[in-house]
């Protein structure tokens, strides 16, 4: 704990509000939506939390913990939401990445403060920067591990405009589920690998949710398959669309293709939107995979969220869409036995021509499992308050792991392959090889770079964290940490008179 000097420093130092442990309003600002599911486990727990009102507010955060020899954690969301702070430095992993690659793969700059210094200050650092410091500076922000190297408080994005877009179509819609007709679904994702040069222009995200009761959520429903898919125009106005995979995609949804999975339905709308394949311009369109709900189910989860390293051959060969729907049915006939809930995505990533494989070619970022051909998100939220309910569910998920993985048997993947964005761990350098490539090049690059960029340690406010290498790591061991947390309000800055193509955002 600081001394009383310290503290009276602190609140003559910062504009921002400064909160310290115990103090009134404390609990609820020290609230991380994310790691609720790990309270137990030694997720981010700070002493004191400081609201930075300005760059100066930062820069004494830095400089303090410095002199101080404490571990700083930062944080821009964290509640229910999502924020720019962080998803620029996990990825942004969404229903646009075969066609646009992650939103971090758009970042030409960000404004940075770190701490290798004795008096910090803030500096931009570039994508296609000539200076061999900026460059290592940018690769291990974007893609090494999020909050370990400096507090970002601007990010200069490139942007897409509409008008190179204008034909671009989407479907959403949402049907009961239905075991069949989930596996139908999975294997039309599954074709697209088939072919190797798949247009770019295709997104597919498949979700399953279980049915959500009143007590649980803010609008109970059924069990549902929810169907997303978005056609991008890449070449765009000339181009011709061929309309034959969406009609495939509705047909099974709605049950017109002569099957047999008793599912005579339409789709409607999920949230609101129904679209089978309507054209619209990008922005609109994109518009619509923002959905406005906090989560699907309020309870805590486990996390579980796979890259595959398999092509769709190897996926059939495995039965994997045979696999992974007998799993969900086991819970789904069971739900008010189990009371586990489940919230299930699937999605395409590959093909030669993807954006999200082809964006990290140039190494000038550090995001990992670029060859990843199929994107699993396979959440399992239970009731919390039963100690037998959390030991099913985790029990679950562990079965769900020795199935999926593993050289030449894996139903979903040969190795084991995390993302930051979906991160299940507490120990980062223990899991390295599960969330940077097999070899241990990359991640000896962002040790390296850690010592570089934070000798002291500042921004080590928790074991999830790239340490530097054995005999660098600085004064300040993780374990029996001092931590505070700095906390950037996140506004979007309208910026009349920017260059179109780049918008900058405050953070
Ligand atoms: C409900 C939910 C759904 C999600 N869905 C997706 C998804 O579909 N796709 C996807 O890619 N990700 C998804 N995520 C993950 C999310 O993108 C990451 O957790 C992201 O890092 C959150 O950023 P944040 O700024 O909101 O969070 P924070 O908790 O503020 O930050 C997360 C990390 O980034 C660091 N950080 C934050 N701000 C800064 C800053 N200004 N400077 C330096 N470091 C900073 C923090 O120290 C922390 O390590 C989801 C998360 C949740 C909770």
Redesign the pocket.
């Known amino acids: 704990m600081f001394n009383a000097i310290t503290i009276g420093l602190m609140m003559v130092l910062f504009k921002g509000a400064v909160y310290e442990r115990g103090s009134e309003g404390f609990d609820c600002r020290a609230y991380?939506?994310?790691t609720t599911s790990y309270r137990d486990t030694g997720s981010m727990d700070p002493d004191y939390i400081v609201y930075a009102q300005n760059d100066n507010d930062v820069i004494s955060a830095v400089t303090l913990a410095r002199q101080h020899r404490i571990a700083i954690?930062?944080?821009?969301?964290?509640h229910h939401?999502?924020?720019?702070?962080?998803?620029c430095?996990?990825?942004?992993?969404?229903a646009s990445a075969r066609s646009f690659g992650l939103l971090s793969d758009h970042i030409q700059k960000l404004r940075i403060v770190t701490a290798e210094k004795e008096q910090p200050e803030f500096r931009w650092i570039h994508r296609h920067s000539e200076s061999e410091e900026e460059q290592k500076l940018f690769y291990s922000v974007v893609g090494g591990s999020?909050?370990n190297f400096?507090?970002?408080?601007h990010v200069t994005l490139k942007v897409h405009k509409d008008e190179d877009h204008s034909l671009s179509r989407g479907v959403r819609g949402r049907i009961p589920y239905c075991r069949e007709t989930l596996k139908q679904l999975l294997d039309l994702v599954l074709e697209m690998g088939d072919d190797e040069d798949f247009p770019a222009d295709y997104d597919v995200v498949i979700t399953m949710t279980s049915e959500r009761p009143a007590q649980y959520a803010d609008t109970p429903e059924e069990a549902k398959i929810i169907v997303w898919g978005q056609w991008a125009n890449l070449e765009g106005a000339g181009q011709v669309y061929d309309p034959t995979f969406f009609k495939k995609l509705i047909d099974i949804a709605c049950g017109n293709d002569n099957d047999n999975s008793n599912n005579n339905n339409s789709m409607s709308p999920h949230e609101r939107v129904l679209l089978q394949d309507e054209e619209m311009v990008m922005s609109e369109l994109n518009n619509h995979w923002i959905i406005p709900i906090v989560?699907e189910f309020q309870l805590p989860y486990f996390k579980n969220v796979k890259a595959s390293d398999l092509p769709s051959s190897e996926l059939r060969a495995r039965k994997y869409t045979e696999w992974v729907t007998e799993r969900i049915d086991r819970i789904e006939a069971n739900t008010q036995a189990t009371e586990c809930y489940l919230v299930h995505q699937f999605a395409y990533s590959g093909g030669r021509h993807s954006r999200f494989a082809h964006n990290g070619d140039d190494g000038l970022t550090s995001f990992s499992w670029r060859d990843s051909s199929f994107i699993f998100v396979l959440d399992v939220f239970y009731n919390g308050e039963k100690p037998k309910v959390k030991a099913f569910a985790q029990e679950y998920q562990k079965e769900t792991e020795q199935e999926a993985l593993g050289e030449g048997v894996g139903k979903l993947s040969n190795q084991d392959r995390r993302l930051l964005?979906g991160s299940q761990d507490r120990n980062l350098h223990a899991a390295r090889r599960f969330y940077f490539d097999q070899a241990p090049a990359k991640y000896e690059r962002l040790a390296a770079n850690k010592a570089r960029f934070d000798p002291l340690n500042v921004f080590t406010p928790n074991k999830f964290s790239v340490q530097a290498p054995p005999g660098q790591e600085g004064a300040m061991m993780v374990a029996g940490l001092k931590r505070a947390a700095i906390r950037?309000w996140q506004t979007i800055i309208d910026a009349p008179g920017k260059r179109r193509e780049e918008a900058t955002t405050e953070?």
């Open positions: 991380q939506y994310a954690a930062v944080r821009t969301g964290g939401y999502v924020n720019l702070g962080g998803h430095q996990t990825g942004g992993y969404g999020p909050g400096g507090v970002i408080t989560r964005w950037l953070l």
